[in-house]
């Protein structure tokens, strides 16, 4: 009878291993999401070039056909972009929170700062936004579709700080999709009315002639871009703090004192005031 250790072993073969790839995303969302700022820059700033090669002209061509009824309709929807009335509302509301602030206590202390930051979120959107938009514009000097079609899709004039060279990004679209980004984070069961809303004003400008396509979507781009770099920063302040607190109470100091001083001297501030003016 034969023993265990008399029979023959198997072979025991190796088989290599397999490393699969980490964080392999999978679909369309999680790709996108994984790509690099730069990546994610230039993918749009391809597309922009691409859609004012195929439809600024068309575009403009088909906005020179509109009905003067539909435009006067239009230009009443794109007040939606303009960033005025967001701000001033929003500042009144600002105020009204703070005076209420400093009577309530507890829940409804907590409830209105968080309405005080949701009132702060679409003000810093609308606000910077439109800031970079008039930035950009200005130092790029795209000439916008003139109304007669004599202007050309790649005409531009470097700091040319004319009204008529400053078509691109499209200001209106930028802060139109700032706020409505915002108001759709707020609302998040309302996100998809916020966001129709939003694209709405800001086609309107290529309707009206006075933007291109491509205008209208990179003002697009830099409203949404702005409105979630900002809530992320919002969402950090959170956990801490956006300035130092040995930094911050050192401008309060500061700024306490300069208008302590101001306050006290106000005939000499007056004159020298005069002073410079002349």
């Known amino acids: 009878m034969k023993h265990s250790s008399d029979l023959p072993h198997p072979t025991v073969v190796p088989t290599p291993k397999i490393i699969a790839p980490m964080h392999a995303p999978v679909g369309w969302l999680p790709l996108v999401s994984n790509q690099s700022g730069l990546s994610k ?8 070039v691409a859609l004012s090669l195929v439809a600024d002209d068309s575009l403009r061509n088909f906005a020179l056909q509109t009905d003067p ?11 939606i972009g303009n960033s005025a009335w967001p701000l001033g509302i ?6 009204v929170l703070a005076l209420l602030l400093r009577q309530r206590h507890g829940f409804t202390k907590t409830a209105l700062r968080r309405a005080r930051a949701c ?8 606000a910077l936004s439109g800031l970079l938009a ?102 950090a302040g959170r956990r801490r703090a956006l300035i130092p607190y040995g930094t ?15 306050l006290k001297h106000p005939i000499q501030l007056f004159g020298v005031v005069l002073k410079k003016l002349r």
């Open 134 to 235: 008039n930035i950009l514009k200005q130092v790029i000097g795209r000439a916008r579709p003139m109304t007669d079609g004599g202007a050309e899709v790649y005409q531009f004039n470097l700091l040319a700080f004319d009204p008529a060279w400053a078509s691109f990004p499209s200001g209106h679209a930028t802060t139109s999709m700032a706020m409505m980004i915002a108001l759709a984070m707020i609302l998040p069961r309302h996100a998809l009315a916020c966001i129709a809303i939003g694209l709405l004003g800001a086609v309107t400008r290529v309707q009206l002639g006075v933007h291109w396509a491509s205008d209208v979507a990179a003002g697009i781009t830099l409203g949404v871009a702005v409105t979630i770099v900002l809530r992320q920063r919002l969402d």
């Open 119 to 126: 009132v702060l979120l679409v003000m810093a959107s609308v």
């Open 69 to 79: 009824t539909v435009k006067s309709v239009l230009r009443y929807i794109t007040e």
């Open 90 to 95: 929003g500042g009144l509301l600002w105020v």
């Open 248 to 262: 911050a109470r050192l401008l309060r100091r500061c700024l306490a004192s300069l208008v302590q001083n101001t």
């Open 41 to 48: 820059a230039a993918a749009v700033a391809v597309g922009i």
